[in-house]
């Protein structure tokens, strides 16, 4: 989905401005006060899949490394070749476990994950491969051969704002499956989280998380 193309003023040409982050903000703001029922349509997301803990875990680095690399050299490639802008989008991640027991009790060396950045509907699976191959003779990273496109839809959710760090999720995780469940809603799919803060730049109190849950109206 484009949103609607502006002029840069100033530049020898016109540049068409995609902003996906505005365009779907009732997606990516959600209250920190009170979850929320949404419906997420099919996006198209740049994806690299793994598993351990990722705080620990080199491999869990280095997709994100690719990751980026991969987002930021398919931007200026769009830029360059279809006079087309637009920010990078967030990072965002799917968290699950072959047994879920082990991701509820947090044994993090179990979790499997698919680290993913959306993209606008300009890049194609062509220039996605083309962006890898440039950023690979860049760059060398070995994780970008990993890296591939893919749609996902999500449909019906329950989301919610999460404002700390990571490790202080347990409790608005509760209370957003506590949310579904009181209005009927039955939890399916995988865990999804969408950082909006930079931990480098934010303080730890401050981080701002998107915590989202794909569920299914009950049947009872």
Not at 194 to 208: F, H, Q, T
Request: hydrophobic fraction near 40%; glycine fraction near 6%; aromatic fraction near 8%.
């Amino acid at each position: 989905m484009l949103a609607r193309p502006t002029t840069n003023v100033g530049s020898d040409k016109a540049m068409k401005k995609v902003d996906l982050r505005k365009e779907l903000k009732e997606l990516y703001t959600p209250s920190a006060k009170e979850p929320e029922i949404v419906r997420v349509p099919g996006y198209q997301y740049l994806m690299i899949d793994g598993a351990g803990d990722p705080n620990s875990s080199l491999e869990f680095q280095e997709s994100v490394q690719a990751l980026y690399t991969a987002a930021y050299t398919l931007k200026f490639m769009v830029k360059k070749q279809k006079e087309i802008d637009y920010p990078v989008m967030p990072l965002e991640g799917l968290w699950w476990a072959d047994d879920m027991r082990a991701f509820q009790m947090a044994q993090k060396d179990k979790w499997k994950w698919t680290l993913m950045i959306m993209q606008p509907t300009i890049v194609t699976k062509g220039l996605v491969a083309k962006g890898v191959k440039a950023a690979m003779e860049k760059k060398g990273i070995a994780a970008l051969e990993r890296i591939r496109l893919e749609k996902l839809k999500e449909g019906l959710c329950v989301q919610v704002m999460h404002i700390g760090t990571y490790a202080q999720e347990g409790p608005t995780i509760e209370r957003l499956h506590w949310f579904a469940e009181e209005r009927g809603l039955n939890l399916r799919g995988k865990h999804h989280e969408i950082y909006l803060s930079d931990p480098r730049r934010v303080k730890p109190e401050k981080m701002k998380t998107v915590v989202r849950q794909p569920v299914v109206k009950s049947k009872a």
